[in-house]
């Protein structure tokens, strides 16, 4: 059970090119999310899916688009890399599915190990 | 939108002391309290979580405690261990719904031998 795969782990860029990261899971989860994460800024929120064909824009979306059509995979897209896009970017999962109430477990979430992204 | 806010940004505290890093929310919806643990290098791990029913958790070393009035809850790390040193974030939210789902700003504790 591999849980969230990121793809790729490092990668560098260019201004002005364009890539893919690619965020897949194997626990069936409905919500996804993508956050970038730079020194003393915390995790952001890019974008996130509540559903397979569904997509909404987080804290920080420009520069970035998003698909998810497939449940289990939900693609992060730069159009036109700018040295400001370079960070750590997660990708995280969580199910809909009800949380056990009181016994304090609820639907975590399980995060990728990240990709590093460098854009020169 | 959602605001979470969490301090100290940074936290140095010698080993065997005790470490408290607090979060306030304004989201009175919010049904699920947890805090995740990055090590660096790693993804954020969930460490412990509390549901607003109780007012406080304890899972060995680490307790929640939870303030519904105040809009707050905290991690207390008891007998902090050098192993411990990690940046610790609050991303409260309502469990079974999706929508946004933000994190504090982070706490990056050393803890010194």
């Known amino acids: 059970n591999a849980g969230v795969t990121q793809t790729p782990k490092f990668r560098v860029l260019k201004t002005g090119q364009s890539m893919t990261l690619l965020c897949a899971q194997d626990?069936?989860?409905?919500?996804m999310y993508w956050y970038r994460q730079d020194p003393g800024m915390g995790l952001r929120l890019i974008h996130y899916?509540?559903?397979?064909?569904?997509?909404a824009k987080g804290e920080v979306p420009d520069g970035y688009n998003v698909s998810r059509l497939k449940k289990q995979n939900f693609l992060l897209g730069l159009e036109s890399a700018a040295p400001s896009q370079t960070s750590v970017y997660f990708c995280?999962?969580?199910?809909?599915?009800?949380?056990?109430?009181?016994?304090?477990?609820?639907?975590?979430?399980?995060f990728g190990a990240g990709s590093r992204l460098t854009v020169l | 939108q959602q605001q979470v806010k969490q301090s100290p940004q940074s936290l140095i505290v010698q080993k065997g002391g005790i470490s408290i890093i607090n979060c306030a929310y304004e989201?009175?919806?919010?049904?699920?309290f947890p805090w995740y643990q990055q090590f660096p290098g790693k993804g954020p791990a969930l460490l412990i979580a509390?549901?607003?029913?109780?007012s406080e958790k304890k899972e060995g070393r680490f307790t929640i405690s939870f303030n519904k009035s105040a809009k707050q809850f905290s991690l207390h790390i008891m007998d902090s261990q050098p192993g411990d040193s990690a940046t610790y974030f609050c991303?409260?939210?309502?469990?079974?719904?999706?929508?946004?789902?933000?994190f504090g700003g982070g706490t990056r504790l050393m803890v010194k031998p």
């Open positions: 989201n009175t919806a919010f049904d699920y």
């Open positions: 899916s509540v559903g397979e064909g569904t997509t």
């Open positions: 626990m069936n989860h409905e919500y």
């Open positions: 509390i549901r607003p029913d109780v």
């Open positions: 991303a409260p939210y309502r469990d079974n719904a999706g929508n946004m789902l933000t």
């Open positions: 995280a999962s969580r199910s809909n599915r009800e949380g056990q109430g009181a016994l304090g477990r609820a639907n975590v979430l399980t």
